[in-house]
């Protein structure tokens, strides 16, 4: 769908919920990460591009000083709650990632918002459609209510919505993504300094696509797993005496770790993964800066899954069984993205291949007793924009 249509469905849409067309209609993309799992809340390095599949937040101001929130996607489950009630957890669901938002700046909202969500962005396939609508929302308020937000602005209220809202202790890496992410580039992110460059990354010029495969599994201790790697992280940052793993200047200085205990060689592993995951985004970002040809970062990304899997244990089997299958159908390099648990799987391809390796895919998945997966190609597309 083009900008201007998604904008216009979400002004008709508002228009038919709340009466009169919105102040304006706001998008803010999904994400996929080339590289760079598990390392933003150490500190390190990331490499994720937007997808085209984006979440649209159409606002206006109210002057009953309540926050009306409608999704099309969940037609069922308005909500309806005093912007002076928000807190922490109320509302919950879809709705509170978008109340997170509101709630951080509801002084300057006294009176109220109407809000109405559409998107495309898949739920729960570790695309950040949370991210999206947080995003969308965040920039949203920047216009209608006049607030004085940069873009690193707008990225922490829409994580403070995630963290402290939703209660997911994520770091930055998704809405960095949304809020910075342009046309045809890959967001080479530092986020520790939050310095940032846009790497050029067309794959359809090179002959290539990278094919996202939806695997349709969310685990459901995604949550708790992700809570517990960032604290194993966190632990092993404080065994080794830095404050960030990203500090840790190579594998040999982890040896400390590994005391012969159980949980010594387990905060071994998980900071392993940090560590030599961190090289692989900047050996990545060194490819694709020199103009390298991009079926040579292949490698690297498998050697990331292969490190999510095995040291840093967030895979599931039917992602672990995408990578083989598309890597035995001659994908270049797959990989798991996002938090783990369950969601997607990124394939880096020929564009002439894209279809015999979702067949691929979807055979060994039928082999699996899974249904085949929803999958798409990923062009790296604009970061969170006004519509209308
Ligand atoms: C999730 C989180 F939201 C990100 O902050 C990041 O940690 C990612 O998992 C793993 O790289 O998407």
New binding site residues.
């Given amino acids: 769908m083009t900008g201007e249509r998604a904008g216009n469905r979400a002004a008709e849409a508002f228009a038919a919920r709340f009466g009169g067309l919105p102040e304006g209609v706001w998008a803010a993309p999904g994400r996929v ?1 080339v590289i ?6 150490n500190g390190g390095h ?1 490499l994720p591009v937007a997808l085209p599949h984006t979440t649209r937040a159409a606002v206006s101001r109210r002057d009953d000083g309540r926050l009306v929130l409608r999704s099309l996607q969940h037609p069922d489950d308005d909500a309806d709650v005093a912007v002076a009630d928000l807190e922490p957890g109320t509302p919950s669901g879809w709705a509170g990632y978008a109340a997170g938002v509101v709630h951080q700046v509801a002084g300057s909202a006294p009176g109220g918002l109407s809000v109405l969500v559409d998107g495309d962005v898949p739920a729960g396939a ?1 695309l ?1 459609s949370s ?1 999206a609508l947080e995003c969308a929302v965040a920039l949203a308020l920047r216009d209608v209510l006049d607030l004085h937000l940069g873009p690193g602005d707008l990225v922490d209220v829409a994580r403070r919505a ?1 963290n402290d809202f939703a209660g ?1 202790p ?5 809405q960095s993504a949304s809020v910075l992410c342009t046309e045809g580039h890959a967001l080479f992110l530092d986020t520790r300094d939050r310095s940032s460059e846009q790497v050029p990354f067309d794959l359809a010029a090179a002959g290539l696509a990278l094919l996202v495969l939806d695997s349709g599994t969310t685990h459901h201790h995604a949550a708790s797993g ?1 809570g517990d790697r960032r604290r194993e992280c966190e632990e092993a940052a404080a065994r080794l005496g830095v404050g960030l793993l990203r500090e840790v200047p190579d594998v040999a200085a982890l040896d400390a770790l590994a005391d012969g205990t159980p949980e010594g060689e387990r905060l071994h592993r998980r900071a392993r993964h940090v560590v030599t995951e961190d090289a692989r985004v900047l050996q990545v970002v060194g490819a694709l800066r020199s103009g390298a040809d991009p079926r040579s970062i292949g490698p690297l990304l498998t050697e990331g899954h292969a490190s999510l899997r095995d040291d840093f244990e967030v895979s599931v089997p039917l992602l672990d069984a995408c990578v083989e299958a598309a890597v035995a159908a001659g994908a270049h390099g797959v990989r798991m993205v ?3 648990f369950g969601g997607s799987a990124i394939a880096l391809v020929e564009a002439d291949a894209v279809d015999a390796v979702t067949a691929a895919v979807a055979d060994r998945f039928a082999r699996e007793g899974a249904p085949a997966p929803r999958s798409f190609v990923a062009v790296p597309s604009a970061g969170a924009r006004r519509l209308r």
């Fill in positions: 990460n760079g799992e598990h390392t933003d809340y990331v570790g950040s991210a995630e997911a994520t770091g930055i890496l998704d992700y996002g938090g783990g």
